[in-house]
């Protein structure tokens, strides 16, 4: 199983950048893809953006052209880069992994380890 710790999460203005990142630790040789997800109170959790070992990536419409995902097989770490950021993009975001082939989904069905999450507040 590997583990996940999300940090870099924080509060930004409307139209500002931010980094989240994603340190994996233990068995990460073993997952076919990692991918970003978000949730607000009462509603489903979302997926964002997802990466493939070989480096395929996929991206939620709301996000595409704004987020970017990235990983860094040296440091186990996943990264997202956020611009543009708007209210709505305020949530709790979590990385997951997945030890079988997903094929760049953003369904969190997909995926079975998850990290504790990180804020991200984004104000008008």
């Known amino acids: 199983q590997v583990q996940l710790v999300e940090s870099g999460g924080g509060s930004v203005q409307s139209g500002g950048s931010l980094r989240v990142s994603c340190a994996a630790s233990g068995y990460t040789y073993n997952h076919y893809c990692m991918g970003w997800f978000r949730q607000v109170p009462e509603k489903k959790r979302e997926g964002v953006a997802a990466?493939?070992?070989?480096?395929?990536?996929s991206y939620s419409d709301s996000v595409k052209g704004r987020f970017t995902i990235s990983q860094d097989n040296a440091k186990n770490t996943l990264y997202l880069e956020m611009s543009a950021l708007k209210p709505e993009d305020t949530a709790m975001y979590y990385c997951?992994?997945?030890?079988?082939?997903?094929?760049?989904?953003?369904?969190?069905?997909?995926?079975?380890?998850w990290g504790q999450g990180t804020q991200v507040t984004v104000s008008s």
């Open positions: 990466i493939e070992v070989s480096g395929g990536t």
């Open positions: 997951a992994a997945s030890s079988y082939p997903c094929s760049l989904s953003l369904s969190p069905s997909t995926y079975n380890s």
